[in-house]
């Protein structure tokens, strides 16, 4: 059985990061979606509402065979080995993605022997992060075009203030 890993803070979810979940059960056995602590961000949504919005967001899409989890502390690698993951897939939105992602691909792989593949964003979702969505909706603007359903409802639970 192939299981990989898609690891991140998913604050909040986005559709790109919807398209490369469901790309990756494509391509393995067993996926595990973990939402992870980045102590170098501000965290909106707390972990547990990341996880349910993940799973909502997932059943919606109709993407099946994902269990999500999250990890507060620890190694990633640690995770992927309690697991049994050959394997972390990483989003790639541009070449500066690339480069921030690319050492800890190394290192996990010196750690752990935990290979990390990465997927080119699809055109339609490259222009988007999780942080862009946050500052659109604190301001008011419109995210319903880049995140799934459960998502804007979350967020802007009253819909856009349109000017």
């Not at 059960?25 to 919005?53: C, I, M, S, W, Y």
């Amino acid at each position: 059985m192939r299981i990989a890993v898609v690891p991140g803070s998913f604050d909040p979810v986005t559709l790109g990061h919807l398209d490369v979940i469901g790309r990756t059960a494509r391509l393995f056995d067993r996926v595990h979606v973990l939402v992870t602590h980045n102590p170098g961000k501000q965290a909106l949504l707390e972990v547990d509402e990341r996880v349910r919005l993940i799973r909502e967001s997932l059943a919606e899409a109709g993407v099946d065979g994902v269990e999500v989890d999250s990890l507060s502390s620890g190694l990633l690698v640690d995770y992927c080995r309690k697991v049994g993951a050959e394997a972390l897939v990483k989003g790639l939105r541009s070449s500066t993605d690339a480069a921030y992602e690319t050492p800890m691909a190394m290192v996990n792989r010196d750690l752990a022997g935990v290979e990390t593949l990465f997927l080119v964003a699809q055109p339609a979702t490259s222009h988007v992060s999780s942080s862009l969505i946050r500052q659109v909706a604190a301001l008011g603007g419109d995210i319903a075009p880049y995140v799934p359903r459960a998502v804007a409802a979350a967020l802007q639970p009253e819909g856009p203030v349109r000017g």
